[in-house]
């Protein structure tokens, strides 16, 4: 068997070829700051129900979508200071946690770079006695799990070594006990990580959490009406906040002003809608209209300071 069946490693120009590679977490990517897009993606099979993949994002990006029924996820982001937010809360030295069939969200607010390993439910139960059993469990249905910083910090170093041993060697894959040997390496950091692992306090992220509820609402909003520019006077009164508190919130989740923000987002939205339709069903013009843009120079200057390319560039569907 190929060894690139257990190791695959791919490059992305764009969010959403990026998202389809990771079939098992069903996700859309959206691209919410600017810069010309660049993804990496290196996924390891190193079981039936094991997966293990490193990525890197080089922009500001949100990632929404659902871990297959079955399955839980982990995710650590790389490094410790990461102000990624999943759920709204600030992952800072956390772990992320999602059981399946559970729907995320996740914000980055610039180039960000995170390990996920997914399991089946059956491998995480066995390994589950390693840290006294399912039922003693406190943070098994919580999102987000908080351990030490010096735990995350070793156990991040261990993971990655490893995975990049696996990458170097990657002709070895092809033999089960090589895949074992690297599967229990992975396993051991995270459920050596895990053994300290506590629910989050949560009364000192309230500020965090209401932040991220003002932007989620706002964007909802936007997504739900495309035919209706909505402006940041129309999101203060939708989120019911004064101007300052719109302003604090979109700095604090998105590390952009809420204006930027919604600019880029309906420039994302317009990319995304010309990737997925050919040019004889809809022409540049009206899906930049679509989205609220009317000065063809200008919308074709900001696609091309957001993405790095002109709308023309754009690949068709």
């Known amino acids: 068997m190929s060894h690139a069946v257990h190791c695959h ?15 098992q977490l069903n996700q859309q990517y959206l691209q919410t700051g600017p810069g010309r897009y660049e993804g990496q993606l290196q996924q390891f099979r190193l079981d039936d129900d094991v997966f293990v993949y490193h990525e890197r994002l080089n922009v500001p990006t949100l990632q929404e979508g659902c871990v297959r029924r079955g399955c839980r996820m982990f995710g650590i982001p790389l490094p410790a200071d990461s102000r990624t ?6 992952i800072g030295t956390s772990v992320g946690h999602i059981a399946g069939g559970r729907e995320f969200s996740a914000q980055s607010s610039g180039p960000s770079e995170h390990v996920g390993i997914v399991l089946g439910d059956s491998i995480f139960a066995m390994y589950a006695d390693y840290l006294g059993g399912m039922a003693s469990l406190a943070w098994a249905d919580e999102q987000l799990l908080k351990v030490g910083l010096p735990a995350r910090q070793r156990a991040s170093a261990g993971i990655v070594e490893s995975l990049c041993t696996a990458g170097e060697n990657r002709e ?27 629910a989050p306090r949560r009364r000192g992220d309230v500020t965090r959490l209401s932040h991220s509820d003002v932007v989620n609402r706002c964007r909802k909003y936007m997504q739900a009406n495309p035919s209706q520019p909505v402006g940041v006077l129309e999101l203060c009164s939708l989120a019911r906040v004064s101007r300052r508190t719109l302003q604090i919130a979109f700095l604090d989740v998105t590390g952009v002003t809420p204006y930027v923000y919604l600019r880029t987002m309906r420039l994302s939205l317009v990319r ?4 997925q339709t050919s040019a004889d069903r809809v022409q540049i013009r009206d899906a930049a209209a679509r989205w609220g843009f009317v000065h063809m120079g200008r919308f074709a200057a900001d696609y091309n300071r957001m993405f790095g390319y002109l709308p023309s560039e754009t690949p068709r569907a």
Do not use: K, M, Q
């Open 85 to 90: 937010t999943l759920y709204g809360r600030s």
């Open 172 to 198: 070895a894959l092809a033999f089960p006990a090589a895949r074992i040997s690297a599967r229990d390496d992975i396993l051991e950091h995270l459920f050596c990580l895990l053994i300290d692992a506590e």
């Open 9 to 23: 490693v791919e490059s992305f120009g764009n969010p959403e070829d990026h998202a389809l590679g990771l079939p």
């Open 272 to 275: 995304r809608l010309l990737r």
